[in-house]
């Protein structure tokens, strides 16, 4: 089975995925205190914000996981993800127009503050579990100077710079499974040409002189021969009488 399954899981590594539990944190902080239930009689837009903000969270976790057997689901969760933060976004924005603030210019000194921010790496230890949220709190902190701030305008900015760096780091992680994908294919692919190059050993074929990989025997009007399983990106042959 080497080489059907991806790499999967370890999404605790992943900035975005930090960012967005910093950010799924940031935003039930903001609307216990700044969003009173009198306000809000039916929880609704709270539940549709913290909602939208675990879902960006989660759904990096659960794209991570299930990044072994599928890129394409990988693909699929990581963009609901984007979607999600988009969604939290847009209500931290509506949020904002209704009190006619603005939100800040990229410009604004508190907006520069908070993207120069870095995040420290993750290290994975033999206790997980503890030693991450040791780590992410300590990360969390640094952002403290804007997410309890008292003046919730100041909060409200501050999850959407975080959100679009989020939202950043996602993008760039897109563009790396979609270039994969286009050039490893999903598991599909990857089961099919196990099985071909499983096929090609039991026969006993020889390896490629070009590439190395098993080689199959392939059907011509001149006769059998050996062609690369690789084909058509290898197109190395051989002839079936050939010495290995």
């Known amino acids: 089975m080497a080489g059907i399954f991806n790499r999967s899981g370890g999404y605790r ?8 539990t910093i950010v799924h944190l940031g935003a039930i902080g903001f609307c216990k205190r700044f969003i009173p239930w009198q306000e809000d009689a039916l929880g609704k837009v709270v539940g549709q914000m913290v909602g939208a903000a675990r879902s960006g969270r989660i759904n990096i976790a659960e794209g991570s996981e299930r990044a072994g057997t599928s890129t394409e689901t990988e693909i699929k969760l990581t963009d609901v993800a984007r979607a999600s933060l988009a969604e939290l976004q847009n ?16 410009r ?4 520069v503050k908070i993207s120069g921010v870095k995040l420290a790496a993750f290290e994975y230890t033999d206790d997980v579990l503890h030693d991450y949220w040791v780590y992410l709190h300590k990360q969390r902190r640094l952002f ?7 003046d919730p305008v100041v909060v409200a900015n501050a999850l ?10 996602l993008n760039r992680q897109m563009e790396s499974l979609e270039e994969s994908f286009m050039k490893e294919g999903g598991i599909r692919e990857r089961m099919h040409k196990a099985r071909t190059e499983a096929a ?6 020889p390896e490629c002189p070009e590439c190395g990989k098993s080689m199959r025997r392939r059907k011509s009007a001149r006769g059998d021969f050996w062609g690369c399983s690789a084909y058509p990106d290898c197109r190395a042959t051989r002839a079936i009488d050939a010495a290995p």
């Not at 959407?160 to 780091?169: D, H, K, N, S």
């Open 13 to 20: 590594k992943l900035f975005s995925f930090n960012f967005a």
């Open 160 to 169: 959407i710079v975080l959100i679009q760096r989020t939202t950043g780091l």
């Open 144 to 150: 403290d100077p804007w997410l309890k701030n008292d």
């Open 200 to 205: 090609a050993k039991v026969e006993g074929a």
């Open 108 to 111: 604004d000194l508190q907006h």
């Open 91 to 106: 209500d931290l924005e509506t949020w904002l127009a209704e009190r006619e603030e603005i939100p800040w210019s990229i």
